[in-house]
């Protein structure tokens, strides 16, 4: 049972880094984009994530009812994909059909430098919990050669 848990944090961590990858994409994608379906530039996007209890309500109350000790947390979850407030930066450019009547053009909140930073540490959290699948496979197997 307890094998079957490690699993499901370490999936978990895995469908997490994942859409983290895929959000820090879409902010370089649209580093440039000017305009959107809500008006003005793309805005920046984060993922929220919030670690996540294995064990049921059920379960846990069960544990209290015994005197066990509070399980411990297992997992993380996505919350939101959450809009960074943070301020556009304006570029003189006014030949851009965007421009407003200064010349200037509001241009995304995307900083390349802070996307490829926290692709790296996706990708690094990425690798970790693949890493940790691997030793969980590990150990299973050798139980399973243990059982021959």
């Known amino acids: 049972m307890a094998f079957l848990s490690s699993l499901n944090i370490v999936g978990s961590g895995?469908?997490?880094q994942q859409?983290?990858?895929d959000v820090i994409s879409e902010n370089i994608t649209n580093q440039n984009t000017t305009r959107t379906e809500n008006g003005g530039p793309y805005r920046r996007k984060m993922v929220v994530l919030e670690s996540?209890?294995?064990q049921t309500p059920f379960q846990q109350a069960l544990a209290r009812a015994r005197g066990e000790a509070a399980p411990a947390a297992g997992g993380?979850?996505?919350t939101e994909i959450a809009e960074d407030p943070s301020d556009f930066?304006?570029?003189y450019d006014p030949a851009n059909p965007d421009a407003n009547a200064d010349g200037y053009v509001e241009m995304p909140n995307v900083d390349l430098?802070?996307?490829m930073a926290d692709a790296m540490t996706a990708?690094?959290?990425y690798s970790a919990n693949?890493?940790?699948f691997n030793v969980l496979k590990q150990v299973a197997a050798k139980g399973l050669e243990i059982g021959q």
Do not use: I
Request: hydrophobic share 50%.
């Open 130 to 132: 693949v890493t940790a």
């Open 19 to 21: 859409l983290r990858l």
């Open 89 to 91: 930066k304006l570029v």
């Open 14 to 16: 895995l469908t997490a």
């Open 52 to 54: 996540e209890d294995t």
């Open 76 to 78: 993380v979850r996505v």
């Open 113 to 115: 430098v802070k996307e």
């Open 123 to 125: 990708s690094q959290a």
